[in-house]
Antibody
Framework: EVQVVEPGGGLVQPGRSLRLSCGTSGFTFDGYAMHWVRQAPGKGLEWVSGIIWNSGSIGYADSVKGRFTMSRDNAKNSLYLQMNSLRPEDTAVYYC??????WGQGTLVTVSS | QTVVTQEPSFSVSPGGTVTLTCGLTSGSVSTSYYAGWCQQTPGQAPRTLISNTNTRLSGVPDRFSGSILGNKAALTITGAQADDESIYYCILYMGSGIWMFGGGTKVTVL
């Protein structure tokens, strides 16, 4: 069974940094692209970033480009999102998704003073 | 900047058929956009129903189907059930590693 789990959210002050992680099991991790998707309270889904199997191509939404960095560790079956210079508008539930097909339950990130 | 467009809402009768569309403010959607469709109910994580335009994922009822209609991607629900009342999001591959969601369509079954 495919499992995708995103621990590591929380409350952070504006301008500070936070690193999200995503643990996976039940599939060959290095065979798939992975994505981060977020959803602000009461809003729709927003694609944040995606990375192909070998980290050879990483894409970012304009809203996070230059502030967020996505990476993966295929040896640990894990995905990461380093979020710097956080803003209140980054407040959202962040989802990790395998190939945009299998989703985690999400983790809430709140950016507030 | 190109935006992905979806109808804000649709209403369908139980047993009826509804077709949701996913377009672009500039240009036409083709199979090269690898359109996907996700279903989300309040408080839940999204669930992907369709990938790569028309591939129904394992466990998804066959009343859900994906296609290209004219210059848009489309999700058709044939024989709608009460359980289908949700928000449906399309997602398109825009190239260069970039994906984009539409704003979502709220489907009401009544």
């Amino acid at each position: 069974e495919v499992q995708v789990v995103e621990p590591g959210g929380g409350l952070v002050q504006p301008g500070r940094s936070l690193r999200l992680s995503c643990g996976t099991s039940g599939f060959t991790f290095d065979g798939y692209a992975m994505h981060w998707v977020r959803q602000a309270p009461g809003k729709g889904l927003e694609w944040v970033s995606g990375i192909i199997w070998n980290s050879g191509s990483i894409g970012y939404a304009d809203s996070v480009k230059g502030r967020f960095t996505m990476s993966r560790d295929n040896a640990k079956n894990s995905l990461y999102l380093q979020m710097n210079s956080l803003r209140p508008e980054d407040t959202a539930v962040y989802y990790c998704a395998k190939d945009m097909i299998d989703w985690g339950q999400g983790t809430l990130v709140t950016v507030s003073s | 900047q190109t935006v992905v467009t979806q109808e804000p809402s649709f209403s369908v009768s139980p047993g009826g058929t509804v077709t949701l569309t996913c377009g672009l403010t500039s240009g036409s959607v083709s199979t090269s956009y690898y359109a996907g469709w996700c279903q989300q109910t309040p408080g839940q994580a999204p669930r992907t129903l369709i990938s790569n335009t028309n591939t129904r994922l394992s466990g998804v009822p066959d009343r859900f189907s994906g296609s290209i209609l004219g210059n848009k991607a489309a999700l058709t629900i044939t024989g709608a059930q009460a359980d289908d009342e949700s928000i449906y999001y399309c997602i398109l591959y825009m190239g260069s590693g970039i994906w984009m969601f539409g704003g979502g369509t709220k489907v009401t079954v009544l």
